[in-house]
């Protein structure tokens, strides 16, 4: 019942105004501004509000997503950005210091925010804690994980320097789990989970913020409140359960629409899709495209178009020879993000946002 209302109300004016006063509020004053000082980053939490109605004024990203690791121990049949595809461009499996340095530096005075992950699991980069540490003191710094990976150093790292975190927990049955994350064993990302949750909730700072993501598919559909029960209960922060895209136009085996639709929810209506005759149609989305809110660089330093442009079809430039800040105000960046934000772009046909 609570599940149909919460479906109902999803991106209406009720839910953008609980949305502000639950999350929103909160997040600005008690994470991001006073957190972060019992950290001790005066300088990241103070500035935070001025950088952030600056860039709302000069109509700028306040999220810049990085591509650290194009590599994955799983193997999830519908990823949305699959390791394989993004290491093919790059050819890189992590990315280089170096070039993370640069990229970062080249971000200076801009975003206030980064995401960590794109395509792969996060946790491999051999170097993740030095990534983190560059990082911390001057932004709001979240990843995605499978918790497949979680030791103790890693998760040190976690706790110590990310301010969100976000897990994939599609499922709440052995069976189900590890029928769509293809390779996890569903005991152990519990373990690492309750684990994580645990030093998060002992440290003095309550950081990271720990957000739970459950991708409905058609083993789990039924398991989404026991899920968020079993997560709220040990402190998880913030839960989603989240419509799943086939990805069709993402798969280098060439399966298509009427191979992958089994994997869709049957009873759950949280969905992506509209059946028609000829098959599916993407659903009109109420949530606005995230161009203008946050770009995704690659590991070499390639900006792509969005999270959906995993091959680079759409050249905008390399943040390793160009600062962002300044291949951000070009006319030619200008005129794509306006062309993605009327859906214009051939990608934006088949991309479900
Ligand atoms: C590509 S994963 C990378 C991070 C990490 N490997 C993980 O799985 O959490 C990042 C996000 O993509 C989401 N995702 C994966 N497959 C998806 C699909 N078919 N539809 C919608 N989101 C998907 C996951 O839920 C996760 O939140
Ligand atoms: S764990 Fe993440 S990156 Fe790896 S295959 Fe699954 S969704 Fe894709
Ligand atoms: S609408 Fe276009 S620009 Fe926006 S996410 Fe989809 S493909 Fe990317």
Same mark, same amino acid.
């Given at each position: 019942?609570?599940?149909?209302?919460?479906?109902?109300?999803?991106?209406? $004016?009720?839910?953008? #105004? $609980?949305?502000?006063?639950?999350?929103?509020?909160?997040? !600005? /004053?008690?994470?991001?501004?006073?957190?972060?000082?019992?950290?001790?980053?005066?300088?990241?939490?103070?500035?935070?509000?001025?950088?952030?109605?600056?860039?709302?004024?000069?109509?700028?990203?306040?999220? !810049?997503?990085?591509?650290? !690791?194009?590599?994955?121990?799983?193997?999830?049949?519908?990823?949305?950005?699959?390791?394989?595809?993004?290491?093919?461009?790059?050819?890189?499996?992590?990315?280089?210091?170096?070039?993370?340095? *640069? #990229?970062?530096?080249?971000?200076?005075?801009?975003?206030?925010?980064?995401? /960590?992950?794109?395509? =792969?699991?996060?946790?491999?980069?051999?170097?993740?804690?030095?990534?983190?540490?560059?990082?911390?003191?001057?932004?709001?710094?979240?990843?995605?994980?499978?918790?497949?990976?979680?030791?103790? &150093? &890693?998760?040190?790292?976690?706790?110590?320097?990310?301010?969100?975190?976000?897990?994939?927990?599609?499922?709440?049955?052995?069976?189900?789990?590890?029928?769509?994350? #293809?390779?996890?064993? $569903?005991? *152990?990302?519990?373990?690492?989970?309750?684990?994580?949750?645990?030093?998060?909730?002992?440290?003095?700072?309550?950081?990271?913020?720990?957000?739970?993501?459950?991708?409905?598919?058609?083993?789990?559909?039924?398991?989404?409140?026991?899920?968020?029960?079993?997560?709220?209960?040990?402190?998880?922060?913030?839960?989603?359960?989240?419509?799943?895209?086939?990805? !069709?136009?993402?798969?280098?085996?060439?399966?298509?629409?009427?191979?992958?639709?089994?994997?869709?929810?049957?009873?759950?209506?949280?969905? /992506?899709?509209?059946?028609?005759?000829?098959?599916?149609?993407?659903?009109?989305?109420?949530?606005?495209?995230?161009?203008? &809110?946050?770009?995704?660089?690659?590991?070499?330093?390639?900006?792509?178009?969005?999270?959906?442009?995993?091959?680079?079809?759409? *050249?905008? =430039?390399?943040?390793?020879?160009?600062?962002?800040?300044?291949?951000?105000?070009?006319?030619?960046?200008?005129?794509? &993000?306006?062309?993605?934000?009327?859906?214009?772009?051939?990608?934006? *046909?088949?991309?479900?946002?």
């Amino acid at each position: 019942m609570i599940s149909k209302i919460r479906t109902k109300l999803r991106y209406t $004016f009720i839910h953008n #105004i $609980f949305i502000f006063f639950r999350y929103t509020l909160h997040d !600005v /004053l008690v994470i991001r501004m006073y957190r972060s000082m019992l950290r001790g980053y005066y300088k990241k939490a103070l500035t935070y509000p001025f950088k952030s109605l600056v860039n709302r004024i000069k109509g700028r990203p306040k999220t !810049v997503v990085i591509d650290i !690791v194009s590599v994955c121990n799983l193997r999830c049949p519908l990823c949305s950005v699959p390791p394989d595809i993004a290491r093919e461009s790059t050819q890189k499996k992590h990315i280089d210091i170096d070039a993370y340095k *640069k #990229i970062i530096d080249s971000l200076a005075g801009f975003a206030t925010d980064l995401s /960590l992950v794109y395509s =792969g699991e996060p946790l491999i980069h051999p170097k993740f804690g030095d990534i983190v540490g560059y990082t911390r003191e001057r932004y709001f710094t979240n990843t995605i994980t499978n918790a497949t990976l979680m030791d103790d &150093r &890693r998760l040190s790292y976690i706790i110590d320097g990310l301010d969100y975190v976000q897990i994939s927990y599609d499922g709440h049955s052995k069976k189900s789990f590890e029928a769509y994350r #293809i390779g996890a064993d $569903f005991d *152990k990302v519990k373990e690492n989970i309750e684990k994580m949750m645990k030093a998060r909730n002992a440290s003095k700072v309550k950081l990271p913020l720990v957000t739970a993501t459950f991708l409905i598919n058609s083993f789990n559909e039924t398991e989404v409140d026991a899920a968020r029960s079993y997560l709220k209960g040990l402190g998880v922060d913030r839960f989603f359960a989240k419509p799943i895209n086939l990805n !069709v136009h993402r798969r280098s085996d060439g399966k298509g629409e009427e191979e992958l639709v089994e994997w869709l929810p049957i009873e759950n209506e949280v969905t /992506l899709y509209d059946k028609i005759d000829e098959g599916l149609a993407f659903k009109d989305q109420k949530a606005p495209c995230s161009i203008w &809110r946050s770009p995704v660089i690659r590991g070499d330093g390639e900006v792509l178009m969005c999270c959906h442009d995993l091959n680079n079809t759409v *050249k905008i =430039g390399n943040v390793i020879k160009e600062p962002f800040t300044r291949l951000w105000d070009t006319e030619g960046y200008l005129d794509i &993000r306006n062309k993605a934000a009327a859906r214009q772009h051939a990608m934006c *046909k088949i991309c479900g946002k």
